[in-house]
């Protein structure tokens, strides 16, 4: 399993999209420090990094859409995905190794986003015990709920085959329950879950939000159904 | 001889539509077979049943002398190095790093293998280029390449001179001849250009309409394809009035536009036919045998399968 995961990092080697996902993720930092600089001078930082929050967390799942659909669309775009299914590997380990792929880039692209923020904050307010656990506590929250959102990603990507349909699928979606995320039953859409638990983690009470143990039941099912979706998606011959 | 590959009564129907049916070819070790067809003729279905892409409605496959089933299908998959319509790769690595990825999941640990099967497509100059900037032609290279890299004893190649110009299709087919013969390999090539398959096979299986038509040698194509002997003359409806009017062992005059065609099961008829078109002075300007070919074969068979 580590040589397939290795083997999918390989495939991301000299890829356009690692720029596409870096520039997504960088993006949304910088305009928080723009404005702390141009609006917010007086203010401590955190206090803009709590306000905007919403905007990391959109650019991180905006990232899953986007990566999961590539990992996947790809391999039918490139006809690699045959070369794949005619090698003695199972094929449900090649794609657990994508799953496995998605969770590595959710951590290191969340770390990205929150260290900077922790750089940016020691910087300008230096850093206290409360603000580094609560920029580390939602890296971590973060990128679990979000890794559990990935398998419906890669189902839609299984089912489509094809990246602009799939992406445009996924983040229409997104965009169209987006609204529902002030709404007290936003769970209805399990994809708001991380984004408000996040937010309310850094304490932006704006909604009330479900406890940790029942958001992660919640992720942890959708996830489990949509994995096993993928795999049989995966292993199907027609 | 061994078989290596065997299906028997093959079949796979997508809804209502019966795309391999019954299918039972037979591919000896040492063999270069052809598998030909037209477009849609389900070749490219055979072939994924084979590799266990496909579920078979009905029938089996057996691979090495064992029935192939969902759980002894990775062991066979080992020995066998395949080739599907295009080759696919990952276009933004190079030559070598899409070879050294196929080399990992097929589980060898031998580096080299990468430069051996780059040195008998002769691709070793090309690479470190990535993917993308590759001409069809090496991609079609590389792709027979990534069968080669584990040494597999059986290749299985789907019209791997598919969208290839005349000088591509040449370099193909003399490295599958290459192949064949310093490497050793049973090769299976599905085509539907005939007459290059012709040039590269010992043995066909015909497939129309998902049905196999014919299973034969090449040299039995060769015994049953008939001859005819071809005459340019200066007068060419006197020359044939006069050969319809003498009593000569032929089959049947065929006439063009600048000669006429006897088909005879006897070629020493020939000096028969000039001797007297030269007393009856008429002037031949050429005279010639004309063997029919596998694509005559060919189009026969599926004419009878048509009527």
């Known amino acids: ?238 | 001889m061994s078989d290596l590959l065997v299906t028997n009564n093959l079949t796979k129907v997508f809804k209502s539509y019966t795309a391999v049916n019954n299918v039972n070819l037979h591919v000896e070790k040492g063999d270069v077979y052809g598998f030909i067809g037209q477009n849609g003729a389900g070749k490219t279905t055979t072939i994924r049943l084979i590799l266990s892409l496909l579920k078979p409605t009905a029938g089996y496959v057996e691979l090495f002398g064992d029935k192939v089933t969902n759980n002894n299908i990775y062991s066979y998959l080992r020995r066998i190095g395949a080739m599907i319509e295009m080759p696919g790769f990952y276009l933004n690595l190079t030559g070598q790093e899409n070879l050294d990825i196929h080399r990992i999941m097929m589980g060898i640990d031998d580096k080299s293998s990468i430069e051996r099967a780059l040195n008998i497509v002769k691709l070793n100059e090309a690479k470190d280029k990535k993917v993308k900037n590759y001409s069809l032609g090496m991609k079609q290279r590389l792709g027979i390449a990534r069968t080669l890299l584990h040494d597999p004893e059986l290749l299985i190649l789907d019209e791997p001179t598919n969208g290839l110009d005349p000088k591509g299709i040449i370099e193909i087919r003399d490295l599958i001849i290459d192949i064949s013969k310093n490497q050793g390999k049973t090769i299976m090539i599905s085509s539907h250009i005939l007459n290059e398959v012709e040039k590269m096979v010992n043995k066909v299986g015909i497939i129309n309409k998902g049905k196999m038509l014919a299973e034969v040698e090449k040299d039995e194509i060769q015994k049953r394809c008939k001859k005819s002997l071809l005459y340019k003359v200066d007068d060419l409806k006197k020359a044939v009035d006069i050969i319809n009017s003498k009593q000569i062992n032929i089959d049947k005059i065929v006439m063009q536009s600048d000669g006429f065609l006897v088909n005879v099961t006897d070629e020493n008829v020939n000096s028969v036919i000039t001797k007297i078109l030269v007393e009856n002075n008429i002037m031949v300007k050429e005279s010639k045998i004309v063997t029919s070919s596998l694509e005559d074969y060919f189009m026969e068979l599926t004419e009878m399968e048509s009527v």
């Not at chain 1, 850093?127 to 506590?137: H, Q, R």
């Not at chain 1, 769970?187 to 937010?199: D, E």
Request: hydrophobic share 55%.
């Open chain 1, 1 to 238: 399993m580590r040589r397939l995961v290795y083997l999918e990092l390989v495939k991301l080697k000299k890829s356009s999209m690692n720029v596409i996902l870096l520039a997504i993720t960088v993006l949304p930092i910088l305009l928080i420090i723009v404005q702390y600089v141009v609006k917010d001078g007086k203010k401590v930082f955190f206090s803009t990094v709590s306000a905007n929050n919403t905007i990391i967390s959109m650019s991180i799942f905006s990232v899953v859409i986007i990566v999961a659909n590539y990992i996947i669309a790809r391999e039918y775009k490139e006809r690699t995905l045959i070369y794949l299914f005619i090698t003695p590997k199972s094929k449900t380990k090649i794609l657990l190794s994508k799953y496995i792929l998605l969770f590595l880039i959710i951590l290191v692209l969340g770390a990205l986003s929150f260290g900077t923020l922790m750089i940016a904050n020691f910087f300008i307010n230096g850093i206290t015990s409360k603000v580094l656990a609560k920029l580390l506590g939602a890296w971590l929250i973060g990128t679990v709920m979000f890794f559990l959102l990935t398998s419906v990603v890669v189902y839609v990507a299984l089912l489509r085959g094809d990246f602009i349909s799939s992406l445009l699928i996924s983040l229409v979606f997104f965009m169209f329950t987006c609204p529902f995320m002030f709404k007290n039953n936003y769970y209805i859409f399990p994809n708001l879950i991380p984004i408000v638990t996040v937010s309310n983690f850094l304490n932006i009470n704006k909604i009330k939000s479900m406890d940790y143990i029942r958001s992660f039941s919640i992720l942890g099912v959708v996830f489990i159904v949509f994995l096993y979706l993928s795999i049989h998606r995966f292993n199907r011959k027609e």
